[in-house]
């Protein structure tokens, strides 16, 4: 495999890895933000899947503009009957902005997360 292709697989990889060490967030407000609606079915146990597509700057995408990763993630629903799908809007997102959300999902006590490639519909 070429080298272009194995370094975005050995970076969602290292994220999956960093995903389960990493801590918390303060998420204690609200904010009306609209989020791209997604057609992916939702995870077993959840009842509405919501997909982040994030930018090269760590902020998520949405059709009003980029929006702060915490506040986006306070627009996703209730996160007992949420899945939430993290998907990047290039092939080469930074680790660490993924890291980040991973952790600050997980923090506002999401738990059915899935990670998709590069590649997403960001406007």
Sequence with gaps: MPLSRLRPAL??????LA????????????????LPKTTAPAAVGATA???????????????????ELPLAIRALGPPATTEVILQGCKADLDYRYIAFALRTLKAAGYERITLKGGGGHCG
């Design 49 to 67: 899947s919501r997909t982040l597509y994030l930018l090269d700057d760590g902020r998520v995408y949405s059709p009003q503009g980029p929006v």
């Design 11 to 16: 970076v969602w990889g290292s994220l999956l």
């Design 19 to 34: 995903a389960s060490v990493l801590g918390a967030c303060d998420a204690g407000h609200t904010v009306d933000v609209e």
